[in-house]
């Protein structure tokens, strides 16, 4: 074992190396300098770069549905780990498509703001210095032209900060901008995608991930968009500080501690845009459905609803409040008073020691190098502070990142036919999980044909095993059976909202047939679009039709009063309330003559309508030859139609030629008959009493 006086060191090895220092100091210290750069671009990436997930739910990122309906996985974890980094680069490439986007300029102009900033900050820090040297030494005019100086370089400070605030909110504007527009372009898609469009439709009604797609449209994007635009700013302006500040501070201690004692605040936030986006849901519930409400008194119990959805949202960010405060505790003792004091002590340095190469100095340059350097340490120390900041920024852009990430990939899925549903109990029988692993075709055809087809709703039941029918141009078909039997199933096979699990499927284009519900759809917009809609006026125009043409189309719905009635066909209203349930069923007739489509779906579309006005536009629409498929249970519609597909609730069902004359005597029979077998009890009971009478008069 070596001697203590072995280890004493050398003092003539000491003045070498002294000697060699002050000999080499300027090729040393760029060295250093190097060495340094270096050493913060890489604890900076290791700070920040991706952690392993576990191979957990986390990873999956979606919930498999039990044969309960319910979903036995956990929510995915949002932390900045491989899956975060994966989802952000795939919407980068979405918000920066090429170097030479409008976006990749901004964020080129911002990069320079920065740079120049830096600079400033530099020179700032130089001239600081100087200024309280020359109080120091007493120097008057050094001291009013440093003033000067400071006075003149605050043009350039505020004109680079105010710019800079400028272009990141134009960056997070245009990173919204492309995200949105691409979001757009999936969500509403086009009206020729055929089965793999109406993802709207299918989000909402086959997918079970997402429950408010709307909030995540507006708000999540615009937060993703905002935070993605500031992150950049909070991570490449702090660390170029500590570059060009050539500050050396061991920043592996506190980035350990700071990411120990970080919550998950990714998580955090994903969780807090669910529970606003439900509660958010709940009250546009309440606006839908207002007059159901107000009928049935159901406000007690809509109010229970929204402070439930409100008090989940309340204790969630109670929770987060009080986390981010002792958070905040840790995170400013570390960077701001414990890295504050090293910085003071560095200073000190220089004064306490001797240095090689260092000569003895007056008062006023010490204080001017002291005061420098205590400004670019104190704001070294504040820029490796921003950069372990930025890790919380990061962990809340992660949690908009999955958001965004979910929406993207649910899209892309429905779009593909891949959908997450809770099934029913049945859908796990042997025979029922064969027919939901199937597919059938869709083939665009002039015609109408189903060819053992199942009838099969998005949670799993299946109405009926295998439908077989035909419509040929020109014969009406009805379509009655009772409530839930799949009479509206076989209408969003036939629209493409629903997927065809089996047979084949002969349809014609989308733009070939409309569908009119009992409840028809009123967009926004003026009188005019109500008739005309999906078009606008330049496709009216495009088609040759004037407003003459429209009036003559709301007179065969015996509605041509209704122009001059509410302001003429410029007027703006919100007609679901401005027109009463039977004008709203004309209005969308009044839709389809416009249209003139090959085939119409009815489902209850003269429920609201008197009979002489219903069978004028069945006459009608016979004339312009649209074939019509019709669900009612109104008697006085069977004679307009030739064939009949009847469902008996059981999965069975009939599709033959409609007798509509023999069919109506039927009905009338069995109303006869139905009428008598109400009067049987009373006769019955008359019975019993002539018996009781006659049974006293014999006594």
């Known amino acids: 074992m070596p001697s203590l006086a072995a280890l004493k060191p050398d003092p003539a090895q000491i003045a070498r190396l002294a000697a060699t220092y002050s000999n080499h100091r300027p090729v040393i210290q760029r060295g250093l300098t190097a060495g340094f750069v270096l050493y913060v671009l890489g604890t900076t990436y290791r700070g920040l770069s991706a952690r392993p997930s576990k191979p957990s739910s986390s990873r999956k990122g979606k919930g498999k549905a039990d044969g309960k309906g319910g979903e036995t996985g956990k929510p995915p974890k949002v932390a900045v780990d491989a899956v975060f980094y994966e989802r952000l680069s795939k919407i980068l490439r979405i918000v920066i498509p090429s170097l030479r986007s409008k976006e990749a300029m901004l964020l080129f102009m911002h990069s320079s703001l920065l740079i120049f900033r830096t600079a400033i900050s530099l020179y700032v820090a130089a001239l600081d210095g100087k200024i309280v040297a020359s109080l120091v030494r007493a120097q008057t005019l050094p001291f009013l032209f440093n003033i000067l100086r400071w006075l003149l370089v605050a043009i350039p400070a505020t004109w680079c900060n105010s710019w800079l605030s400028y272009v990141q909110n134009k960056l997070a504007l245009a990173y919204r901008t492309r995200l949105t527009r691409e979001v757009l372009s999936e969500y509403l898609g086009d009206v020729n995608e055929g089965p793999d469009g109406k993802v709207y439709y299918k989000l909402s009604n086959l997918d079970d991930r997402i429950k408010n797609p709307d909030q995540m449209i507006t708000h999540d994007i615009q937060r993703f968009s905002t935070h993605l ?55 546009s519930r309440i606006v839908e459905f207002a007059e159901e409400i107000a009928f049935f008194g159901g406000e007690e119990t809509e109010k229970m609803l929204v402070e439930r959805e409100y008090a989940g949202l309340i204790m969630h960010e109670d ?42 100095i007056d008062l006023g340059s010490r204080t001017e190098g002291f005061v420098t350097n205590r400004r670019l340490l104190l704001s070294a120390s504040d820029a490796v502070g921003r950069v372990m900041y930025s890790y919380k920024d990061l962990a809340e852009l992660a949690g908009y990142t999955s958001r965004v990430s979910l929406l993207l990939d649910t899209m892309s899925d429905t ?46 039941d299946i109405l009926v095993k295998s439908l077989s029918f035909y419509v040929k141009p020109g014969q009406h078909l009805l379509i009655v059976g009772p409530n839930g039997c799949g009479k509206s199933s076989l209408f969003r096979i036939l629209g493409g909202l629903w997927p065809a699990y089996g047979g084949t499927v002969h349809k014609p284009p989308a733009d070939q047939f409309i569908l009119i519900p009992q409840r028809p759809y009123l967009p926004i917009g003026t009188l005019r679009d109500q008739v005309i809609y999906p078009h606008n006026r330049e496709d009216m125009d495009a088609w040759g039709v004037t407003d003459d043409d429209l009036l003559r189309i709301l007179a065969f719905v015996q509605m041509e009063n209704v122009v001059e009635r509410e302001g003429g066909w410029d007027v703006a209203r919100e007609w679901r309330d401005a027109l009463s349930g039977g004008d709203k069923q004309k209005i969308a007739w009044a839709r389809l ?9 009815l489902d209850e579309a003269t429920s609201l309508v008197p009979v002489e006005v219903e069978g004028l536009m069945m006459d009608h629409a016979t004339e312009l030859g649209i074939t019509l ?39 009338e029979e069995k109303q006869a008959l139905e009428a008598k077998l109400l009067e049987v009890p009373k006769m019955k009971a008359r019975l019993a009493e002539l018996l009781a009478v006659a049974e006293e008069l014999r006594k």
């Not at 592996?252 to 969780?271: C, E, I, V």
């Not at 997450?420 to 044909?449: C, D, H, P, Q």
């Not at 003559?593 to 779906?601: C, M, N």
Request: charged share 20%.
């Open 319 to 360: 929770k987060v409040l009080q986390r981010r405060w002792w958070h905040g505790c840790i995170e400013e003792g570390i960077v701001k008073w414990l890295w504050g004091s090293f910085g003071l002590v560095i200073c000190s340095i220089p004064v306490f020691f001797k240095i090689p190469g260092i000569h003895n």
């Open 229 to 283: 635009a500031a992150i950049y700013a909070n991570l490449a302006k702090p660390v170029l500080d500590v570059i060009l500040y050539n500050y050396q501070l061991a920043q592996n201690l506190s980035a350990a501690l700071l990411r120990k004692f970080t919550p998950s605040f990714g998580a955090y936030t994903a969780q807090s845009a669910a529970l606003s986006g439900s509660l958010r849901h709940t009250h």
């Open 415 to 460: 779009k593909k036919g891949k959908f997450e549903k809770a099934l029913v109990s049945s859908a796990s029988t042997e025979e029922n999980a064969r027919i939901l692993k199937g597919r059938g075709r869709v083939i665009e055809s002039e015609e109408i044909r189903f060819e053992n087809v199942p009838i099969v709703t998005p949670n799993g």
């Open 629 to 667: 498929l019709t669900v009612s249970h109104r008697p006085s519609l069977w004679k307009y139609h030739a064939m009949i597909l009847q469902y008996d609730g059981q999965g069975g069902y009939v599709f033959t030629k409609l007798d509509a004359e023999k069919r109506l005597a039927l009905q």
């Open 593 to 601: 003559f416009y249209h003139k489509p090959k085939y119409a779906v």
